[in-house]
């Protein structure tokens, strides 16, 4: 008898508990976990107006024959939309399934990118003092937790170098990142962390940085994360379409900083736009030259492992069999910092390797979403995806006929 009881107790404990935390970021995690875009108006989001005047590109083409080769290779993948501009003219645009040019579509950690942009903002206008300072001017919260956290400054924090401890992993629903993105209280959460070694020492990517520097502008700027976005870039780019940005709870209304802006393909390329102008937005300047001059300087980017001030580049690999080849290929490279050497050994065959960047950087999200920046093309490229779609896979030789043909 006492056991019948003990088993019964034990199923209502259980069935209480699942009740109380059914709206826990777990079982949010699990629902979402292949993140659908039809889902996304079931998450909290503040919404922001399109412009009264909106700004608009103008309307190129592609060869007919280039234009059906792509559309043939993204037809039915999991690409939802695809986006080229040069010289302020589309050249290229796709979208698949029901999506158009008006779906918004979810940035993920393109996010991060915007966060940084208005960091650089807060700065030039004196809310921010320096980079160099320890983010503990702005979150004295910390120093509580552990006084090395004086030791970590804005800079850190932007290059993804501050060493602070949180797992990043998109896939197991019990990782800090999946807290951030699914739980209450976003900023409760961030103040919550510890550190995990020296700052500086190495670059490890953690969306818990760019929820501390969001934070760092509205401590820093006395408005919300939201109210800032607005003023210093949504209303600027002159958006055509409303866009959103999910928040973690009605009390708190806090943007979850490093992720989750929702935008239209096109809007995402007017702040591609803004970079490609080196911060300039007709006639005006919005984020200064030097700032994105610094992200753009190959030297810098390469000295921190194709990562800086919440953007990335890429490093470009070739192979060839014939040494005179490789050779030619890294002298015609030789400014992208380019470098050269003997591969592994392959069915009695030598590989010689060169490798070398891209030209330009470009904001990345997950699940395949990128704005690119290509200076020397003056081309922009919107790439918006749901890789976990797999049963629409892209056909292969996509990206390699991209840069071919745009970078």
């Known amino acids: 008898m006492i056991n019948t009881k003990s088993k019964f107790l034990r199923v209502v404990i259980f069935i209480f508990t699942l009740t109380q935390f059914s709206s826990c970021y777990f079982f949010k995690a699990m629902k979402y976990k292949k993140y659908p875009l039809e889902k996304l108006d079931e998450f909290p989001a503040v919404k922001f107006q399109r412009s009264e005047q909106p700004f608009k590109f103008y309307q190129g083409s592609l060869q007919n024959s280039v234009k059906a080769e792509l559309d043939s290779m993204l037809l039915g993948s999991n690409r939802y939309a695809f986006l080229v501009i040069r010289n302020d003219s589309i050249l290229y645009e796709f979208y698949n399934h029901k999506i158009t040019d008006t779906s918004l579509i979810h940035s993920f950690s393109v996010a991060k990118s915007y ?25 004295p919260e910390l120093i509580d937790r552990d006084v090395r956290f004086k030791n970590i400054t804005i800079q850190h924090v932007l290059d993804m170098r501050s060493g602070i401890k949180s797992s990043e992993n998109y896939f197991n629903p019990l990782s800090d990142v999946l807290r951030l993105g699914f739980g209450k209280n976003v900023n409760g959460k961030a ?19 760019t929820q501390l520097l969001g934070m760092i502008v509205e401590r820093a700027t006395k408005v919300k994360l939201q109210d800032y976005y607005y003023e210093k870039l949504h209303k600027p780019l002159q958006l055509e379409h409303d866009a959103t940005w999910i928040y973690d709870d009605e009390k708190h209304k806090t943007l979850r900083a490093f992720c989750c802006m929702n935008l239209t393909a096109r809007d995402y ?13 007709q006639g005006k300047q919005l984020v200064s030259k030097d700032w994105v001059e610094n992200i753009l300087n190959l030297d810098t980017i390469v000295a921190y492992e194709g990562y800086k001030n919440q953007w990335w580049k890429d490093e470009k690999v070739k192979f060839f069999t014939d040494s005179t080849a490789a050779y030619r290929y890294y002298l015609e490279n030789v400014n992208s910092k380019a470098t050269i050497g003997k591969s592994t050994v392959i069915d009695n065959k030598s590989y010689w390797m060169v490798s070398h960047y891209n030209d330009g950087v470009y904001a990345r999200g997950l699940l395949q979403q990128h704005i690119y920046i290509i200076p020397k093309k003056n081309t922009i490229m919107v790439l918006l995806s749901n890789v976990l779609n797999e049963d629409k896979p892209l056909k292969k030789g996509f990206y390699s006929r991209m840069s071919e043909l745009f970078k």
């Open 115 to 139: 966060v940084s942009t208005m960091i650089a903002m807060a700065k030039e206008e004196g809310k921010i003092k320096s980079l160099n300072e320890p983010i503990t001017n702005y979150l």
């Open 191 to 209: 103040l919550r962390i510890s550190i995990e070694k020296e700052p500086n020492q190495k670059f490890e990517y953690k969306s818990i940085n």
């Open 269 to 281: 390329a007017k702040f591609g736009r803004l970079f490609l102008n080196k911060g300039n937005w």
